[in-house]
């Protein structure tokens, strides 16, 4: 069973920073599309960023230019580093692993960002 599990969520004011970590247990993990994503109370699950196996990203615009997705596919982690954070980034966030044959999530780490 592969576990994707996040942690670094915390309470932050705005224009503060955290950094999201996802450990995978995958053996395949440096093959794999990985992503962040975000789901805020009352609304749909949206894409934060991904970074492919090859390390190319892609961000939501709300995002672009205060966050960045990153890997270390030596340690089987993703990270998201989050800058100049405002109060509509509150959500929980997931860490997502997808190829064409197989999707995983984790568990969600919460990030509460106060104005």
């Known amino acids: 069973q592969v576990q994707l599990v996040e942690s670094g969520g915390g309470l932050v004011q705005a224009g503060g920073s955290l950094r999201l970590s996802c450990a995978s247990s995958e053996s395949i993990f440096s093959t794999k599309t990985m992503g962040w994503y975000r789901q805020a109370p009352g609304k749909q699950r949206e894409l934060v960023a991904t970074?492919?196996?090859?390390?190319?990203?892609n961000y939501a615009d709300s995002v672009k230019g205060r966050f960045t997705i990153s890997r270390d596919n030596t340690k089987n982690a993703v990270f998201l580093q989050m800058n100049s954070l405002k109060p509509e980034d509150t959500g929980v966030y997931y860490c997502?692993?997808?190829?064409?044959?197989?999707?995983?999530w984790g568990q969600g780490t919460q990030v509460t960002v106060s104005s």
């Open positions: 997502n692993s997808w190829n064409w044959i197989t999707n995983y």
């Open positions: 970074i492919t196996g090859g390390g190319s990203t």
